[in-house]
């Protein structure tokens, strides 16, 4: 499980802070990359801009994606993904605020693996973190590539 890496893409420096402090407290010893915006989750993904070079054959586990990102939305990222062969089969996690049934469905048509929606309380989105990251780590058996 440890060699798993887990892409958190989250604009808010606060749900950041929390989700990685919940996974350290669970004992999560997996590699977290974290990215600000859906440009930035992009350019991670495929080795483009400040990430050219990066093995991108080394895909995470799992993407936590929040919709409400800048430059891109994070629709519009999960859209990109499922687009491309490399990325097509990635689980992705739409772990947002919002509560839009048109956000969820949208989510679900575009090829999420999850919607998620983040709770207020700060002892249940720690207890959602853990969760989510204990099945897409230990749990989910994703395809071979």
């Known amino acids: 499980m440890k060699d798993k890496i887990i892409l958190i893409v989250e604009d808010n420096p606060q749900d950041e802070m929390l989700m990685l402090r919940a996974l350290r407290k669970a004992n999560v010893a997996n590699q977290i990359d974290v990215v600000r915006d859906g440009q ?4 991670y993904l495929f080795g483009e801009g400040e990430f050219a070079g990066r093995e991108v054959t080394e895909l995470p586990a799992v993407v936590a994606l929040d919709i409400g990102l800048p430059r891109l939305s994070g629709l519009e ?27 969820r469905l949208k989510s679900y048509e575009n090829g999420a693996n ?5 709770p ?14 204990i099945y897409w780590l230990a749990t989910n058996d994703p395809p071979h590539r």
């Open 40 to 43: 930035q989750a992009l350019d």
């Open 77 to 103: 990222v999960l859209e990109r993904l499922r687009a491309d062969p490399r990325t097509g089969l990635l689980p992705v996690v739409m772990l947002t605020s919002s509560d839009e049934e048109r956000d």
């Open 114 to 118: 999850s919607f998620v929606r983040k």
């Open 120 to 133: 207020v309380a700060f002892a249940e989105f720690a207890e959602t973190v853990v969760r989510l990251g």
